[in-house]
Nanobody, 116 residues
């Protein structure tokens, strides 16, 4: 059974940092591209970025480029999202995600609130 469990969210001031983690189980983690998504109140869920199975290649949406870094530790089956220089508009529930054979797997999400 595929499980994705996010952690690390919280309340942070503008300009601060947080690191989110996503622990995976139930599948061969190192074989799959992984994604981070987020959903802000009243908005649709959006892709934050992606990382290739070997961690060599990453993609970021423009609004987080140069502030966020996605990484992974395949032996630990863990995905990370390092978020720096956080802005009010980064407030959202953050989800890790994988898609295989047109099936989407999501974690339960972790809340990130950026507020002064």
């Amino acid at each position: 059974q595929v499980q994705l469990v996010e952690s690390g969210g919280g309340l942070v001031q503008p300009g601060g940092s947080l690191r989110l983690s996503c622990t995976a189980s139930g599948f061969t983690f190192e074989h799959y591209l992984m994604n981070w998504y987020r959903q802000a109140p009243g908005k649709e869920r959006e892709l934050v970025g992606s990382i290739s199975s070997d961690g060599r290649n990453t993609y970021y949406q423009n609004s987080v480029k140069d502030r966020f870094t996605i990484s992974r530790d395949n032996p630990k089956k863990t995905l990370y999202l390092q978020m720096n220089s956080l802005k009010l508009e980064d407030t959202a529930v953050y989800y890790c995600h994988r898609r295989v054979n047109n099936v989407d797997y999501w974690g339960q999400g972790t809340q990130v609130t950026v507020s002064s």
